[in-house]
Nanobody
Framework: QVQLVESGGGLVQAGGSLRLSCAASGSIFRINLMGWYRQAAGKQRESVATITRGGSTNYPDSVKGRFTISRDNAKNTVYLQMNSLKPEDTAVYYC?????????WGQGTQVTVSS
């Protein structure tokens, strides 16, 4: 089993920054990929950043150059640094871990960007 706990969401003005954290515990050796996803009200959940076991990262065009995913293996934690935030980044952000064909989701953390 893998457990994920997110933190770091909040309210920020447009142009500001936030850093989200996702602490993993349990069978973390089984994790192949971790990522951050978001779901805005009335919209489908979408990927905003992923990082593989080997350290390769991927971002959609909507956040490329503004968001950075990173990890601290010693702390079993993945981070999402979000800069130059826009009102359209407002959403619930979820951490996810893919392992052995399964995906574990965190509880989600709200990010609200005011204009």
């Amino acid at each position: 089993q893998v457990q994920l706990v997110e933190s770091g969401g909040g309210l920020v003005q447009a142009g500001g920054s936030l850093r989200l954290s996702c602490a993993a515990s349990g069978s973390i050796f089984r994790i192949n990929l971790m990522g951050w996803y978001r779901q805005a009200a009335g919209k489908q959940r979408e990927s905003v950043a992923t990082i593989t076991r080997g350290g390769s990262t991927n971002y959609p065009d909507s956040v490329k150059g503004r968001f950075t995913i990173s990890r601290d293996n010693a702390k079993n934690t993945v981070y999402l640094q979000m800069n130059s935030l826009k009102p359209e980044d407002t959403a619930v952000y979820y951490c996810a871990a893919a392992h052995l064909g399964e995906t574990t989701w965190g509880q989600g953390t709200q990010v609200t960007v005011s204009s």
